[in-house]
């Protein structure tokens, strides 16, 4: 069974790879290494928002400048998540870049929804302790079926989403998302939106299946970073698929 996190997605041949022998005496990756080094990426990433919020100008560079960062991030995701890597630097960066994109795109919604921040915040973490709790009390799990369900639609969405962009791009026409911060919003992206949150609120239920198996299985503990990188990836898209849904809503 595969999980719906790219990042996390490959573990299962590393844990096949890499497996401690008992005897070996290295230390090998706890929940509690995974929770620590998660919490550190969310601090910093949080820490390096408010920076940007206070300090960055809601000025005509800023577009280009959040351009730049999210194909920065995206392209860490990709390179992070496929070769595997486990040292802490390139996951330090992709945290200290989407804190900044978060921090200056927050600032924007907040300038014309004031509170909306907070609730997305509130909700995201929501989400994701409900999820938590959900797993740890075995009511959901984390089958083959769901696997597919949720790898299949996620992947659905990020197809939608790039094709959605080029035609906004070319057309200048809203589709399944909507990028500006204000004006009518037709019942689609209500959907598309709520199908996301969805999606993204299940894939930790795989997620924390992948990290508990890996534990098990005996990684070396770097692998701690990973699984912490793969969490706050699945944090950061479910937050910004509920700010955009709350801007609908405020509408």
Known sequence: MRSANPVLDRLDDTTRQHRLPTAAGAEAVTVDDVVVRTVGLLLLTGVTAAVAWVVLPQAGWVSAALAGT????????LVISLRGITHPAPIIGYALLQGVLLGVASRAFELVYPGIVAQAVV???????????????RLVRATPRLARLVVGTL????AIT???LVF???????GVEVYSLTGEVGWLPYLFS?????????SFILDFDQV???????????????????ILVGLIFLYWQILRLLSYLRR
Not at 194 to 202: N, W
Request: charged fraction near 10%.
């Open 168 to 174: 906004r791009l070319f057309t200048g026409r809203q």
């Open 70 to 77: 999210a194909l920065a991030g995206v392209a860490l995701v």
């Open 212 to 230: 508990e198996r890996s534990v098990r299985a005996g990684l070396p503990r770097r692998y701690a970073w990973l699984c912490a990188f793969g």
């Open 123 to 137: 909700g995201t973490f929501g989400v994701f302790l409900g999820m938590a709790l959900l797993y740890r009390a």
């Open 194 to 202: 709520g199908v996301a949150i969805v999606a993204g609120a299940l």
């Open 155 to 158: 992947v659905g969405i990020l």
């Open 162 to 164: 790039l094709v959605n």
